[in-house]
Nanobody, 117 residues
Framework: VQLVESGGGLVQPGGSLRLSCTAS????????MSWYRQAPGKERELVAG????????NYADSVKGRFTISRDNAKNTVYLQMNSLRPEDTAVYYC???????????WGKGTLVTVSS
């Protein structure tokens, strides 16, 4: 089982990045997917989530209107489009896959996003 994040990097305030998380080793289309982030010295927090069929999404208040989560079940990939980035968005971003009904829960290793001029 693997969740591999990519797309992180250094971006200026106001810029955009798109993160990707590609899954392998499990039935991706059965899992709700989410993005979390952890800034230095802070607890990990939920950024955005999407249901297994992509029909419903939810966002942290701090990113609403700026970030968009989506998924492509044919490609076993979930995305996080991040626009209007702010320095406070700097963090390691983690992908999570969860099938609550059977208690399966997987995490990626994270990708670093740095927003700085």
């Amino acid at each position: 089982v693997q969740l591999v994040e990519s797309g992180g990097g250094l971006v200026q305030p106001g810029g955009s990045l798109r993160l990707s998380c590609t899954a392998s080793g499990f039935t991706f289309s059965r899992f709700a997917m989410s993005w979390y982030r952890q800034a230095p010295g802070k607890e990990r927090e939920l950024v955005a989530g999407i249901t297994s069929d992509g029909g419903s999404t939810n966002y942290a208040d701090s990113v609403k209107g700026r970030f968009t989560i989506s998924r492509d079940n044919a490609k076993n990939t979930v995305y996080l489009q991040m626009n209007s980035l702010r320095p406070e968005d700097t963090a390691v971003y983690y992908c999570r896959g969860r099938w609550a009904l059977i208690g399966m829960d997987y995490w990626g290793k994270g990708t670093l996003v740095t927003v700085s001029s």
